[in-house]
């Protein structure tokens, strides 16, 4: 099958590799009906050492099933499923919490567990990893019914997951920090959420005209100092009662405890790239302020999520602007760093 490696920053290539295999009574094999590439694989892209032996690359996924262990029970050949971001075995006490990102027996795709931008990937844990979309065949579905589905595998609920956090309510402003797919999401979440006001900071045109559409009342292009001070003169000096973060460097960090008012929610869902972040009185302490978020438990949302876009009430795949064949994933990945594609989806 053909498959996408990383070897080193800017060094993406899609190769023949063996098909993966069953390994353990509770895996199932998936053929690709879509994949995508994340704003989170632009972290590697950049910064990987090169390597002789490449990275498998990608966690967002629908697919149909294509055979599974003896002891999946929840899922059978010819099923249309997602596949979440990460996989979880959905009955720990952890996953029974909500927080299935932290499965005791759950984990990441990647390297030994392969990647999901691929023809064909290996799902652990699949009755707990797979979640079946009823009613709809692949091969007859609307383009933009199966970008909406895929954008549940992770875009989307990643941003519900941050405004859920974030405790957005009716009354509630709102500011997103970031116009990336995950930003906008946040904003769509914020809105389905009651949010009175959501400023959106983000300074490329064609993604923040999107925001708007689906709900910013506000798009802030100033960064750092001259940010901060634009957001408290919208909200009349007092801050944001929520901050959404979804950029995940250290600048954006900054702003959100910058623009935090007193007792207010900063949420995070941007994978830090640092492990050191201020947290005292100037920053977090001084303010009351909460610090939450983290990476989103999509399994916890997602039956809910899919009834929603096949009811036709929520639209997230509106935040995929290209489609590349597998062979074209390279392309992918250089057109995203470069900001001229907001989120490349991969057809199969």
Known sequence: MKATLMFGAGDVRVETVPDPIIRHDTDAIVRAVRSCVCGSDLHPYHSMPHGEHGTAMGHELIAVVEQVGSAVTTVKAGDFVIAP???????CVFCREGFQTSCVHGGWYGGANGG??????RIPQADGSLVVVPGVDPTTADESLLASLLALSDVYLTG???AHMGRVEPGKTVTVIGDGAVGLSAVLASKRLGAERIILMGRHTARTDLGVEW???????ERGAEGIAKVFELTGGEGSHVVLEAVGHMPAYEQAYGIVRPGGVISRVGVPQYESAPIGFGSLFGKNATLTGGPAPVRAYLEDAIGQVLRGDLDPGRVFDRTVSIDDVPAAYAAMDAREALKVMVAF
Request: aromatic share 14%; charged share 15%.
């Open 215 to 221: 709900g910013a009342t506000d798009v802030v292009t």
């Open 116 to 121: 999901l931008q691929a023809e064909l990937a």
């Open 160 to 162: 519900f997951h941050a």
């Open 85 to 91: 971001f990460a996989f979880q075995d959905n009955t």
